[in-house]
Nanobody, 122 residues
Framework: QVQLAESGGGLVQAGGSLRLSCKASVRAFNNYNLGWFRQAPGKEREFVSAVFWSGGATTYADSVKGRFTISRDNVQNMVYLQMNSLKPEDTAVYYC???????????????WGQGAQVTVSS
């Protein structure tokens, strides 16, 4: 029911910034909470951030809190991840994901994008 496509990844030096975007193809975008996950080489996929369907609540992993900001545009059907003060440890494939709004706070995401590579050089 939901198709997601990430963009905005690339190569950046440590301390720099990138903004990831995710476009959703869905009729009722507001019914879904959106999340960002990442997977580094040889590591398990980990949660990064999520935003409530209305944009009124957000949550972040401790490793990115204070550096990353999630936001959404319910008119354009977009979710963003602004990444500042990037570190080499942030290097990973970043995925956007969607869950029905009733699943807020649960680790249940049914729809996933293909991923965007983010590489941070030291």
């Amino acid at each position: 029911q939901v198709q997601l496509a990430e963009s905005g990844g690339g190569l950046v030096q440590a301390g720099g910034s990138l903004r990831l975007s995710c476009k959703a193809s869905v009729r009722a975008f507001n019914n879904y909470n959106l999340g960002w996950f990442r997977q580094a080489p040889g590591k398990e996929r980990e949660f990064v951030s999520a935003v409530f369907w209305s944009g009124g609540a957000t949550t972040y992993a401790d490793s990115v809190k204070g550096r990353f900001t999630i936001s959404r545009d319910n008119v354009q059907n977009m979710v963003y991840l602004q990444m500042n003060s990037l570190k080499p440890e942030d290097t990973a494939v970043y995925y956007c994901a969607a869950q029905i709004y009733l699943n807020w706070g649960k680790n249940v995401y049914d729809y996933w994008g293909q991923g965007a590579q983010v590489t941070v050089s030291s």
